[in-house]
């Protein structure tokens, strides 16, 4: 289905005042949801108090983390190691990020490009066009996604507008995404239980990691273009 120009331009106004006001919420109130989460005991509190559903409520928060994505996700997955544990959370997490990449694939799949081009604009959707029609494209997107620093939004959205199918989708950028939420859970888990050495040392090999991924994110991307398109 073709969407106009006009389309373009209303989604490019709307959707970031969404957003904006999404984010005025979280400043307005922001000292009941700091002092709530700055007490684990509190926290947990709340999780347990929703019983054998708590880890349902996790999920639809990493689902809303996904969709609107004005959170690092990787705060919602360390909060995840943090309250569950490494493996629960990683499990959750993987669940969350999932089902909400589904919601953000179909939802660019209905709306068409120019819902994608409006969101995140044309030059950032032509930047990614080429892994979309080179061969294999299910190797680039991989790539992309286990590259730090590169913006794992987009991606998702991009795919839904292209040929790649979702179950391959689904399984590429879930084992793209799979060491750094790991690495997350990890940290939560760390933080948890006191060990603040282990919990450091990962936080700082993603920081590092994350800006070198920032630094040279245009080689990185030739690179993976390169690789697509090297003859064989």
Do not use: C, H, N
Not at 38 to 50: F, G, K
Not at 64 to 79: A, K, R
């Amino acid at each position: 289905m073709q969407r106009g120009r006009g389309f373009k331009i209303a989604v490019g106004v709307l959707f970031p005042l969404f957003v904006l006001a999404v984010l005025a919420l979280a400043i307005i109130y922001r000292s009941t949801w700091l002092a709530f989460f700055s007490s684990r005991a509190d926290v947990q509190e709340w999780i347990a108090s929703y019983g054998a559903t708590a880890p349902l409520v996790y999920i639809a928060v990493q689902i809303f983390q996904v969709v609107i994505f004005i959170v690092p996700g990787e705060v919602i997955q360390i909060t995840g190691g943090y309250l569950f544990g490494i493996t629960a959370g990683t499990i959750y997490s993987l669940i969350g990020i999932a089902l909400g990449s589904g919601i953000d694939f179909y939802l660019a799949r209905l709306l068409g490009r120019a819902f994608v081009e409006g969101v995140f604009g044309d030059d950032q959707v032509a930047r990614f066009d080429a892994f979309t029609s080179a061969r294999g494209p299910q190797t680039g997107f991989f790539l992309l996604f286990v590259i730090p620093g590169i913006p794992k939004d987009i991606l998702v959205y991009v795919a839904g507008i292209s040929r790649i199918r979702f179950p391959y989708f689904l399984i590429v950028t879930m084992a793209g995404r799979l060491p750094g939420i790991l690495g997350s859970a990890i940290i939560g888990d760390s933080v948890a239980a006191g060990r603040w050495v282990l919990g450091s040392i990962i936080f700082g090999i993603s920081i590092v990691l994350f800006v070198l991924g920032v630094v040279f994110r245009t080689r990185l991307v030739k690179w993976v273009s390169g690789v697509l398109t090297r003859p064989r």
